[in-house]
């Protein structure tokens, strides 16, 4: 079974930085495409960034885009998200996965005031 473990997370004013990390076990780390999701309260799960095998593909949601980056680091199974420029917006659960997604982590919070 796949073990995701995200952390990195916090509270952090509007126009602030995070990094997230996310150590990944049970699956072969280096051949997989991975992403990072969002949940904000009520709404859905949505997909921020995703990243193939050593890093040929990048993409991004829109929402996201020039403000956030994907990358990892094979040899320590972790996948990272930098977040610059955080919005109120931006306020969710983050969470890392495989794509398609298998089972999910626990998630870092992240909340953004402003």
């Known amino acids: 079974q796949v073990r995701l473990v995200e952390s990195g997370g916090g509270l952090v004013q509007a126009g602030g930085s995070l990094r997230l990390s996310c150590v990944v076990s049970g699956i072969s780390f280096s051949i997989r495409t991975m992403s990072w999701y969002r949940q904000a309260p009520g709404k859905e799960r949505e997909l921020v960034a995703t990243i193939s095998p050593y890093g040929r593909s990048i993409d991004y949601a829109d929402s996201v885009k020039g403000r956030f980056t994907v990358s990892r680091d094979d040899p320590r199974n972790t996948l990272y998200l930098q977040m610059n420029t955080l919005k109120d917006e931006d306020t969710a659960v983050y969470y890392c996965?495989?794509?398609?997604?298998?089972?999910w982590g626990q998630g870092t919070q992240v909340t953004v005031s402003s």
């Open positions: 996965n495989r794509r398609p997604p298998t089972n």
